[in-house]
């Protein structure tokens, strides 16, 4: 039996596992300190290429990381639009993972303006949790026969 992955299936596929990687890096700039090593945003020691040490490599590799995420997630959202139709559960978690991924770089600044603040970079977390539930739930979707299609 021959499986055929659609474009989508595949960038949305790709889409949930960027968002992973995120939040595992994420994980790297909590349990190592390094949020504050870029104390600005959304330069990073005022410079758009920081002077790397290894916190500002972790944390200047999850703002990168974060950008790869961005443009994956809007590319998504956009082969939505232009493969299903409005309103379907793909073209829905599609959309509404790119509107969470905004409130989350909402955070992601808040967490380094409030200088890690504990309730912002637990909200951090909470909303990289929201996003990846959602971006995988517009991947599995489009898996499904009767939504895939």
């Known amino acids: 039996m021959e499986v055929t992955v659609k474009p989508f299936q595949a960038l949305s596929l790709a889409t949930a596992v960027s968002v992973y990687i995120l939040i595992i890096v994420g994980g790297a700039v909590s349990s190592t300190g390094?949020?504050?090593?870029?104390?600005?945003?959304?330069?990073?020691?005022?410079?758009?290429i920081p002077k790397l040490t290894v916190q500002v490599l972790i944390e200047f590799?999850?703002?990168?990381?974060?950008?790869?995420?961005?443009?994956?997630v809007i590319a998504t959202m956009l082969l939505a639009m232009k493969s299903y139709r409005w309103p379907s559960k793909i073209t829905f978690f599609s959309t509404l993972t790119f509107i969470l991924l905004l409130v989350q770089i909402t955070?992601?600044?808040?967490?380094?303006?409030?200088?890690?603040?504990?309730?912002?970079?637990?909200?951090?977390l909470g909303m990289a949790t929201l996003v990846f539930a959602s971006?995988?739930?517009?991947?599995?979707?489009?898996?499904?026969?009767?939504?895939?299609?």
């Open 61 to 72: 590799t999850h703002r990168i990381w974060t950008i790869v995420v961005t443009l994956t």
């Open 135 to 149: 971006a995988l739930t517009a991947s599995l979707v489009s898996f499904s026969p009767k939504e895939g299609a």
């Open 34 to 48: 390094s949020g504050l090593a870029c104390p600005d945003w959304p330069l990073c020691n005022g410079q758009v």
């Open 107 to 124: 955070l992601g600044m808040l967490t380094v303006q409030t200088r890690t603040l504990p309730l912002v970079v637990t909200s951090h």
